[in-house]
């Protein structure tokens, strides 16, 4: 069991990550059947949604993030690596936090308990540094209102010099 998706978020924006089943060996007829928790740090992350991946259905139950699968046929196991489940998160805190999952349980067509390793995807959330931009909008208006003066002037004085010109003519 693997976690696929950033590394590193910006707070405030909506990331999605594939649970994915991958590196699957020595199961009769593939794993009919996969449960566990799923962990993160909730100061940093906030579970916004989940949608079905490409295998059978996936429930969640959304309070405790316990997560649970199982074909009941017993025939359609998956036996190369497939995204089972897609997990929305939102960045709501700066930090880190890993997202895993703990006591995993896979079965295969006989019942039997598979060995998983799991692959946590460590998440960085970064706040946007705001202040950089401001300076460079700050910046930019300045520029601009000096231009706009330097304009104003050159014209006051052409317009001066032109008045000057017609009287000295006269």
Do not use: H, W
Request: glycine letters at 6%; proline letters at 1%; zero cysteines.
């Amino acid at each position: 069991v693997k976690f696929e998706g950033q590394n590193t978020v910006n707070v405030g924006d909506e990331f999605k990550v594939n649970m994915v089943l991958d590196d699957i060996e020595g199961t009769n007829n593939g794993v009919v059947a996969f449960g566990g928790y799923i962990n993160y740090d909730n100061s940093v992350l906030e579970l916004v949604s989940t949608s079905q991946g490409d295998a059978y259905e996936v429930i969640i139950n959304n309070r405790i993030n316990k997560i649970a699968a199982m074909d009941f046929t017993l025939e359609n196991g998956i036996k190369e690596k497939t995204n089972v489940y897609t997990l929305t998160f939102k960045a709501i805190g700066e930090g880190n936090s890993s997202i895993t999952l703990t006591k995993p349980e896979l079965v295969d067509a006989n019942t039997e308990l598979v060995s998983a390793n799991v692959s946590e995807l460590n998440v960085s959330a970064k706040n946007v540094e705001i202040k950089n931009e401001q300076n460079v909008t700050e910046n930019s208006v300045e520029t601009v209102n000096n231009t706009v003066v330097e304009e104003k002037d050159n014209k006051i004085e052409d317009i001066k010099n032109t008045i000057n010109k017609f009287f000295k003519n006269r």
